[in-house]
């Protein structure tokens, strides 16, 4: 089956520590994604990326950092300049400018 | 700048009512738009989305949408509410900064179904 996986569902972090988040798809989309989702306030942009070993920042891209490797995989990194980093982010993919499809999400927790 | 306005952060409905959910939008070209849908922390399903063409747009599990340009609205409808429709909505409308396949979110509409 065709889709994005997201990994882990929960993290937990503690404060000062930096992590990662992963994100893969096999939808063979050039265009990748990462969201923030807090309560209340939609979805915010922190990275995209059009194509291979090319990003971009968001709305809210301090205290995150991308790497985009390969076609498939497009992981983020939380770093302990991220003031506030509890949240549900969501990756997402597109092969154009018409659809995002999204993975199921990781909630981030900081301890 | 595009923005997505989403009038109401709660809606509640009976089953079996009409469900209405109001998107308006800002956007100085013609604009793609999109209904998603998002079940307690999962990640947001594609409801339907309006491109070009045909202005009331039929997407999955019976809701539909009108694109009307002079109103620059883009509301969700759906004749009757079950209760798996309770979930959040969001609209969302395509970036025209360039940024081709980016999108612009509204903040949600949380949708009550009462039995």
């Known amino acids: 089956d065709g889709g994005i996986t997201q990994s882990p569902k929960y993290l937990f972090r503690k404060e000062g520590q930096n992590v990662t988040l992963s994100c893969e798809q096999n939808l063979n989309h050039d265009a990748m994604y990462w969201y923030r989702q807090d309560p209340g306030q939609g979805l915010r942009l922190i990275y995209y990326?059009?194509?291979?070993?090319?990003?971009q920042k968001g709305d809210i891209a301090e205290g995150y950092s991308v790497s985009r490797e390969k076609k498939e995989s497009f992981p983020l990194t939380v770093t302990s300049a991220q003031k506030n980093p509890t949240a549900f982010y969501l990756c997402?993919?597109?092969?154009?400018?018409?659809?995002?499809?999204f993975g199921p999400g990781t909630r981030l927790t900081v301890l | 700048a595009q923005s997505v306005t989403q009038l109401g952060s709660h809606v509640s409905v009976s089953e079996g009512a009409l469900v209405l959910l109001r998107c308006n939008y800002s956007s100085s070209v013609p604009p793609y738009l999109f209904w998603y849908v998002q079940y307690p922390n999962q990640g947001l399903q594609l409801l339907l989305k309006?491109?070009?063409?045909?202005?009331l747009v039929k997407g999955i599990n019976g809701f539909e949408a009108e694109f009307k340009k002079s109103e620059t609205s883009f509301h969700l409808t759906k004749p009757s509410a079950h209760m798996s429709d309770a979930a959040e909505y969001f609209c969302a409308v395509s970036d025209e900064s360039g940024s081709q396949g980016n999108l612009i979110f509204g903040k949600g509409t949380k949708l009550s179904v009462k039995p």
């Open positions: 997402a993919s597109s092969s154009r400018a018409d659809e995002q499809f």
């Open positions: 990326s059009q194509i291979v070993n090319d990003f």
């Open positions: 309006y491109t070009t063409g045909a202005t």
